[in-house]
């Protein structure tokens, strides 16, 4: 029988030799097999800082590279590498890198591709903790951003430059509901002889699978669908292996924080998440525990299950509120309104996530009174900032998350005092319609 936790993806040779495994058996065997000593049937959780070499020479050998294997959990560890190989066949890819967080992942990327000087050329729908590392942390590094209308091409174009080392974007951005035109992105990042790094976290490999339309690197927090239950914060890279890091200055120079180790050169397509695990992982230490790891497993296993039904409960509650008379615009790229509606039915032919944006009529005391009403009044969406839990989540960013800006800011921002942010969990959908008709009822006395 054709082992399905060692074909990482459906052209690994061995599986086109023998039979190509469907996504769901990916998810669930990818990355592991039954446990030989003990027959563990679930990963095991390895916790354990560090690993006995079995000789002298074979210690040196995992330090010089030469050999690939464990040494220390910041770098590698038994239960994030299921996970880690686990992500990667998921995503068509040719490996991927666990970190503490989405943001870590990010992070993780820039520092291993970027030098003092470098520019990045970004969308401008990106989450907001992204933006504020780009603009401030990675100034601080001598790296410039410029952020771009993602919907427009010849913007991307203009703001390329000699200096810029990447072109950076979301599958679908929020609040605006946008749906990148990867594919042409793409090209335009493949003109240029740069990698283009998209963040699947609204989608996860179940609705868009980026490198399949020409991206190169992915990055998830997994905090979010993939873990899939609110109980753990982590990250994961992805490398699609289509990037030619051969004439890429950081990955193919001899690294003088490696000895003088030319990754592109030594690791072929690996090259790049080789660095990034023996350089930046090892110096930042922003790596995954093997608890988390396993809790992220768990979400991977039943992902399909619940994308499916995150999808289906979003697409009906962005319908319901596009019909309330006390709604005035809905941002789900679901919705035929939508302008992105047909690039949603081209990249997330599955549905485009659980995650959207809508406009509350204000009501007497005005648009923000209203938006923080009509959240006090609902009991089943639980009122926090995160998004991708099996619960039903809801924010109002005017009075949170965003409420230091002013008014022209929160124009600028695209984030209005009237907005409200669902992200749509697993509950009866006839339940999520129930509390919020009485949030409705609520903001009308
Ligand atoms: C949450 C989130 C991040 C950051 O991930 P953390 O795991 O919270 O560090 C990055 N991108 C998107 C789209 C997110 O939703």
Redesign the pocket.
Known sequence: MPDPSSSPTPSAPEAAVDHAFGFETRMLHAGHVPDPQTGARAVPIYQTTSYVFDSADEAAHLFELKQYGNIYTRINNPTTAAFEERVASLENATGALATA????A?FTVMMTLLEPGDEVVASAHL?G??RTMFVHTLRKMGVTVHFVDPTNLDAWQAALTPQTRALYG?TIGNPQGSVLDISRVAAIADAHGVPLII?N??CTPYLCRPIDHGAHIVVH????FMGGHGTS???VIVDGGTFDFSDYPTIADPSPAYHDLAFAETFGEYGFLMKARAETLRDTGASISPFNAFLLLQGLETLSVRMERHVANAQAVAEYLEAHPQVDWVAYPGLPSSPYHALAEQYTPRGPGAIFSFGLSPGPDGPRATGKQFIEALELFSHLAN??DARSLVIHPASTTHQQLSAAELEESGVGPEMVRLSVGLETLDDLLWDLDRAFHAIRS
């Open positions: 967080s989405g943001m870590a990010e989450y903790g992204t979301e963040d976290t609204f927090s997994a905090t979010k914060i982590g990250g998004v991708g």
